[in-house]
């Protein structure tokens, strides 16, 4: 099965004139112009070399996150016991110590997985889907059936209808989740820290199960399925969008294999664990996976968030949007040693991989610093004191956008371009009572 990635070689039909757009400012008040740039201008730049797959070279960091995992599990199997750690507390301690170590590894290796779906991994895809449907079963992802929904992420990244991750709500939508009329959100106060914590602790614990069991963050326009599969389905409990049943509007009829042979993995995967926990007891088993499971889910959670959620990045309606301006409104992020060794870099060149995806890790930081200069100021990054200021981002980020919007000052095509905006008086104000900036 292919699942095409890659950016058409055309150039932009929408280039922009400011006369069509008004004025456009971002959260922090930055005027914005739509990207200009094409596709073809940011594949030239890259380095011919950059675009090499080395299944060897791809394998070693299989290899290394496997025997780094291994071992991590070995040391407290074999130290954190009664005899060796008679506190009780203590033992706590290095516990969660491992759960920590461990859930950075994991996620580590379902980042290797991840560049199987996207066909980085080496020039064979048998032996990319091979390996990705393997690793990925054991972190109780369906491989296939993440791979072609990752892949509609790719084709439509920014799009305020199709995107299929963190997709912002809108002034309306946000208004309708709080139990308020849109004029009043001007006016309300501010979200209280103790809410937007308690969001935080929800989406970091819970935030991917939930998107694979029934599309949380995603669009929610299935009635567009072209087979008619999204008839009467919707995002959220008993909606029948799920990432593991074939017959979800996340899928074409013909994807249903796929899916079948990734709710086998997943499956297979969670008898092991139930051997596991019937032999060695379910405490055991949630000391030893489990806890580092939920650090993999906050890790997730984290990381897709930070790259799609900031308040200089733009969302496009079906109007404005195309594919060289949606790839732009992402954010490469820094998180230090944990982004760069264990998450194989995937913090740091997001902008890159969402216009080339074919690209493997250990070439993305050479072919980022070519792109630089054809993107210019649509270049987005944070990297300010490294992991603190990475997890410090989380909190700013909540706090700042809430929902999107069209500029006050935006007219024509300008106000099919949103930009974040909060009820919590930081940044752009959004605009007063209904006007929604039209």
């Known amino acids: 099965m292919g699942i095409d990635m890659e950016p058409p070689m055309s150039g932009d039909p929408l280039a922009p004139m400011d006369d069509d757009y008004g004025k456009m400012l971002d959260t922090y008040g930055n005027e914005f112009k739509v990207p200009d740039f094409t596709i073809k201008q940011i594949r030239d730049a890259i380095p011919a070399h950059c675009f090499e797959r080395s299944a ?7 290899v290394q996150d496997i025997l780094c995992s291994a071992l991590t599990f070995a040391i407290a199997y074999n130290f954190v016991t009664p005899e ?25 290796i379902w980042m290797l997985a991840h ?3 996207h066909q980085s991994f080496s020039t064979s895809k048998v032996l990319n889907d091979t390996v990705g449907w393997f690793l990925h ?20 990244t920014g799009h305020m209808e199709r995107d299929m991750i963190y997709l912002p709500r809108t002034r309306e939508m946000y208004a309708s989740w709080i139990h308020r009329t849109v004029d009043e959100l001007s006016e309300i106060a501010e979200e209280a820290p103790f809410v937007t914590l308690l969001i935080m602790i929800i989406r970091q614990t819970l935030g991917w199960p939930l998107y694979l069991f029934q599309n949380n963050t995603g669009h929610d326009f299935h009635e567009r399925q072209p087979e008619g599969r999204g008839k009467g389905k919707r995002n959220g409990r008993g909606g029948g969008v799920s990432h593991f049943s074939i017959y979800s509007p996340l899928y074409e009829a013909k994807d249903a294999k796929y899916i079948a042979l990734s709710d086998l993995g997943v499956g297979l995967m969670a008898l092991a664990l139930y051997q596991i926990g019937k032999t060695h007891g379910w405490q055991n088993l949630a000391l030893w996976y489990f806890l580092p499971y939920v650090w993999m889910n906050n890790w997730l959670a984290t990381i897709t968030y930070l790259h799609h ?21 992402t954010m490469d992020r820094d998180f230090g040693i944990f982004g760069r060794f264990f998450f194989h870099g995937i913090v740091d060149t997001h902008v890159l991989h969402h216009y080339c995806s074919t690209i493997p890790h250990y070439h993305a930081e050479e072919a980022t610093e070519a792109i630089k200069p054809v993107m210019g100021v649509h270049y987005h ?16 980020s909540l706090r700042w956008c809430q929902w999107v919007e069209p500029s006050a000052e935006a007219r024509g095509k300008g106000r099919e371009v949103l930009f974040y905006r909060n009820r919590n008086g930081f940044g752009v104000k959004p605009a007063p009572g209904g006007r929604k900036g039209e």
């Open 56 to 62: 060897l070279r791809s394998s070693y960091y299989v």
């Open 84 to 108: 060796i750690i008679p506190s009780t507390a203590l033992r706590v301690v290095a516990w969660n110590i491992y759960g920590f170590l461990q859930g950075l590894l994991v996620t580590g």
């Open 115 to 117: 560049e199987c779906g």
């Open 137 to 156: 079963s054991a972190c109780l992802t369906p491989y296939f059936a993440w791979k072609i929904s990752h892949g509609k992420h790719h084709k439509a």
């Open 309 to 329: 959620t900031d308040p200089s990045l733009p969302h496009y309606t079906p109007a404005t949007w195309t594919f060289t301006r949606g790839a732009a409104a």
């Open 381 to 396: 990054s944070y990297k300010v004191d490294g992991p603190w200021g990475y997890l410090r981002s989380m909190w700013h």
